[in-house]
């Protein structure tokens, strides 16, 4: 049976009256461009986390990743992201087609902060766009070009609290599933004839060969 909440908080005014106050520079962070401190952010990021939102509200967050400045910066008010081979079902970019909504939230190795970055996206095919991002002389096949309403760095309280750069801290990882295993398990994949092994095989293929389609 699902969880129903006894407590349930159902406006701003509840949140503030627990926890107010915000400090002057929080109020004024949020700018509406890519800056200098940003764009310089994004030239070291190798990894971000991107949401969309489709037309009934339902949402999808999505890793990106690419060596450091993957991500272009074609303007200040401009961002371009290289779609590269993932698992084909393009939630995001139905999102993006539905809404055109979304949020970028840029990650950089032992840093605890994080920029992130929401405003409008469209899917490409610009050519000299996607020719500028290639990789091993792969051209990615579309691009996300995203329009920046807000941009702001984020405070490093959940990556210091995560010990998210500190792996020789983290607890043991035997106990969890492999990616095949889960996906195995998930999908019934015994029940259409589909072993283990050619999952694990798959798989393997992908993180060894398909990294660009090269």
Not at 4 to 28: L, Y
Not at 119 to 132: I, K, N, T, Y
Not at 156 to 173: C, N, Y
Not at 174 to 180: E, F, G, K, N, R
Request: a negative charge; charged letters at 25%; one cysteine or more.
């Amino acid at each position: 049976m699902a969880y129903n909440p006894s407590d349930p908080i159902t406006s701003e005014a509840q949140i503030r009256a627990v926890i107010d106050g915000v400090h002057i520079a929080q109020r004024h962070k949020v700018i509406d461009h890519i800056d200098a401190h940003c764009a310089n952010w994004i030239a070291h990021s190798p990894f971000l986390v991107m949401s969309t939102v489709d037309a009934e509200g339902r949402v999808d967050a999505s890793p990106k990743g690419d060596p450091a400045g993957f991500v272009k910066v074609v303007d200040d008010k401009t961002l371009a992201i290289p779609d590269r081979p993932g698992n084909h079902l393009f939630m995001g970019f139905r999102n993006i087609l539905e809404t055109g909504r979304i949020g970028l939230v840029f990650f950089v190795p032992n840093r605890n902060e994080v920029v992130r970055v929401n405003g409008s996206a469209q899917v490409v095919r610009d050519e000299d766009l996607r020719e500028s991002m290639a990789i091993k002389g792969r051209v990615p096949d579309f691009a996300i070009v995203v329009h920046v309403e807000e941009a702001f760095f984020h405070c490093g309280k959940a990556v210091i609290r995560s010990g998210l750069w500190t792996p020789d801290q983290a607890g043991p990882v035997d106990a969890l599933p492999t990616y095949a295993q889960a996906i195995h398990d998930q999908g019934k994949l015994d029940q259409v004839d589909v072993t283990l092994e050619a999952v694990e095989k798959r798989l393997k293929f992908n993180d060894e060969k398909r990294l660009y389609d090269e």
